[in-house]
């Protein structure tokens, strides 16, 4: 099973940026989708953004605009730009690889992202 690993997240001022980097253990290349979540304290984990081998990308509402989802099959990482950040944007990121019906296959262990106002 591949494993991912999330990096980039930190502390950052309201209206910075950040971006995050997932890297695969192996290739992500059969992969349909790959995906970013979070979860911001005392609530569920949540969808934040998804993209297609194909480059199709999905974002929640309350990024779009803002946040960037990219993928690198021949690197094996996900990114996701995050520009204009909100109080709200604060928790940990998870990069999540390969959705089935049976849900995503592999997690990373997550990057905290806090933005400060």
């Known amino acids: 099973q591949v494993q991912l690993v999330e990096s980039g997240g930190g502390l950052v001022q309201t209206g910075g940026s950040l971006r995050l980097s997932c890297a695969a253990s192996?290739?992500?290349?059969?992969?349909?989708?790959m995906g970013w979540y979070r979860q911001a304290p005392g609530k569920q984990r949540g969808f934040v953004a998804t993209i297609s081998n194909g480059g199709t990308t999905n974002y929640v509402a309350s990024v779009k605009g803002r946040f960037t989802i990219s993928r690198d099959n021949a690197k094996n990482t996900v990114s996701l730009q995050m520009n204009s950040l909100k109080a709200e944007d604060t928790g940990v990121y998870y990069c999540?690889?390969?959705?089935?019906?049976?849900?995503?296959?592999?997690w990373g262990q997550g990057t905290q992202v806090t933005v400060s106002s």
């Open positions: 999540a690889a390969d959705f089935t019906e049976m849900g995503w296959r592999a």
């Open positions: 192996g290739s992500i290349a059969s992969f349909n989708l």
